[in-house]
């Protein structure tokens, strides 16, 4: 079994930057897929980034330039540094590890941007 934990969200002003961490613990093995979902209200789960075992990053059209991931393999953490927020990017944010053939998802942190 594998536990992740959020931490790091809160209540921020536009154009302000907050920082997200995932702790993941348990039965993991190495090469596993760690990233980050969102879910806004009346919406669906949406890719915000993942990064891969070597680091290879994937992020959302909407954050490039905006989110940075990253992850430490020797603490089984994952980061995302979210700087410039936007109102839209209110919503619960969802910590996940792949690790074949499961994927394993966190209880989620708010994040909230006021205007």
């Known amino acids: 079994q594998v536990q992740l934990v959020e931490s790091g969200g809160g209540l921020v002003q536009a154009g302000g930057s907050l920082r997200l961490s995932c702790a993941a613990s348990g039965s993991i093995s190495s090469g596993n897929g760690m990233g980050w979902y969102r879910q806004a209200p009346g919406k669906q789960r949406e890719l915000v980034a993942v990064i891969t075992p070597g680091s290879r990053t994937n992020y959302a059209d909407s954050v490039k330039g905006r989110f940075t991931i990253s992850r430490d393999n020797a603490k089984n953490t994952v980061l995302l540094q979210m700087n410039s927020l936007k109102p839209e990017d209110t919503a619960v944010y969802y910590c996940?590890?792949?690790?074949?053939?499961?994927?394993?998802w966190g209880r989620g942190t708010q994040v909230t941007v006021s205007s």
């Open positions: 996940l590890l792949r690790q074949n053939p499961y994927t394993y």
